[in-house]
């Protein structure tokens, strides 16, 4: 399978639940594909209209197709950052998770699936009174139809894998 039908499959599987953000920008930095999911929890007394509280969730999908092995490395430095500046803290915020893909024609070494694996980040505003941050990580190989993720990122292996 190619990138852009890798692309297109993904677009499809996620249309029904992310909007697909313009001319694939996030935070001023272009991706292949860059997709927003945001949910809205509310609280309410009686009648729906009277809302009491509410808690928002959003979650980020970047991809991209992996040309070389060493932007892997800038990525993962820059990951902590995106997923910071993703969040907006605040009594009303619960999560905020950026799920970052890359996507690879050829196989890639160990070294850097153990990073990938490896891969770590979460941080809570205010003891989780303002909620909490994550990047889930997943490198799917085209070339073996394999995907390889962090632990955080285990559960979406089954949305990017590239079986139709």
Known sequence: MKFSEYKDLIKERLEAYFSFLPDNTHLA?????AAEFSSRQIQTALFKENVMDYLDSKEFC???NLQDEQ???SE????PDIAISSANPSRHHKSTVVTRVFVTEKDVSPATLSKIKKFK????FRFLFWGWTEVHLLLVNLQDNKVYSNWAGRIHKKVF???T
Request: proline residues 0%; aromatic residues 10%; without cysteine.
């Open 29 to 33: 930095q272009n991706y292949d594909l």
């Open 62 to 64: 970047l991809l991209s």
């Open 71 to 73: 932007t892997i490395d």
């Open 76 to 79: 993962l430095e820059k990951l």
């Open 121 to 124: 980040f979460s941080k809570a």
């Open 161 to 163: 894998t590239a079986n």
